[in-house]
T-cell receptor, first 113, second 112 residues
C-alpha cells in the first residue's frame, strides 16, 4: 500500500494564481481531510469529506475548494492564491473520522509571493 | 472549541534520559491522538487512546479522563527520537467535521 500520497511536494505561486493540490489514498478510507500547518500554530482543518460526493467546511475554509468524486481522491483547489495561504498542507485519511487512526500524506510546502 | 495545551514547548535531553511530554485539554473528549513529526515533515500516528495506558516499544501513552490530561513517555531516549510530538483530541460528539483539534507540538531534541 502506498498509503496517502500528495503532489506536488513543493510549489511556488504568484498572488492571484490558482492551483490544485492532489491527495490520494489506497486504503479505502471513507474520511479524508485537509489541514494547514503554520509556524506557532497547531494543524487546522480546512475541508473534510465523509465519503465520495460528500464534502464540508472545516475551521479555515476561505479561499479553498474541494471535491470528492471517488473514494480514493480528494483534491484541494486554491482559487486565487494569496500570501496568507503560504503554509504546509497535509492531507489525511481514516476509516471514519477522528475516532480512528489517522494516516497523513507527506505534505505540500506552498509559497505564495 | 477544545483548547489543547502541550508542555513543554521545547525539550532538549541527553541520550538515555526518560522523557515526559504533557497534553491538557479543556473540554471532554472521546479520543486522543499522539502524533510524531520528523524534521522531514511527515506525520505518523503513534497512539490513539480513550482511557488508560498504551505501550509500544519504548513509548508509553497515558490518559486521565477526569483530569483532562495525557502524557507521552519515552524510555531510554535516543537521538532518533528527536522530532515534534503533537497531541490531538476528538470531541465527545465528534461534531460535524468529526475532525481533530491539535496542540502546537513539543519539539524534542535528544543529544548523543
Amino acid at each position: 500500500n502506498a498509503g496517502v500520497t500528495q503532489t506536488p511536494k513543493f510549489q511556488v505561486l504568484k498572488t492571484g494564481q490558482s492551483m490544485t493540490l492532489q491527495c490520494a489514498q489506497d486504503m479505502n478510507h471513507e474520511y479524508m481531510s485537509w489541514y494547514r500547518q503554520d509556524p506557532g500554530m497547531g494543524l487546522r482543518l480546512i475541508h473534510y469529506s465523509v465519503g465520495a460526493g460528500i464534502t464540508d467546511q472545516g475551521e479555515v475554509p476561505n479561499g479553498y475548494n474541494v471535491s470528492r468524486s471517488t473514494t480514493e481522491d480528494f483534491p484541494l483547489r486554491l482559487l486565487s492564491a494569496a500570501p496568507s495561504q503560504t503554509s504546509v498542507y497535509f492531507c489525511a485519511s481514516s476509516i471514519s473520522g477522528g475516532a480512528y487512526e489517522q494516516y497523513f500524506g507527506p505534505g505540500t510546502r506552498l509559497t505564495v509571493t | 472549541k477544545n483548547e489543547v495545551e502541550q508542555s513543554p514547548q521545547n525539550l532538549t535531553a541527553q541520550e538515555g534520559e526518560f522523557i515526559t511530554i504533557n497534553c491538557s485539554y479543556s473540554v471532554g473528549i472521546s479520543a486522543l491522538h499522539w502524533l510524531q513529526q520528523h524534521p522531514g515533515g511527515g506525520i505518523v500516528s503513534l497512539f490513539m487512546l480513550s482511557s488508560g495506558k498504551k505501550k509500544h516499544g519504548r513509548l508509553i501513552a497515558t490518559i486521565n479522563i477526569q483530569e483532562k490530561h495525557s502524557s507521552l513517555h519515552i524510555t531510554a531516549s535516543h537521538p532518533r527520537d528527536s522530532a515534534v510530538y503533537i497531541c490531538a483530541v476528538r470531541g465527545v460528539s465528534g461534531g460535524g467535521a468529526d475532525g481533530l483539534t491539535f496542540g502546537k507540538g513539543t519539539h524534542l531534541i535528544i543529544q548523543p
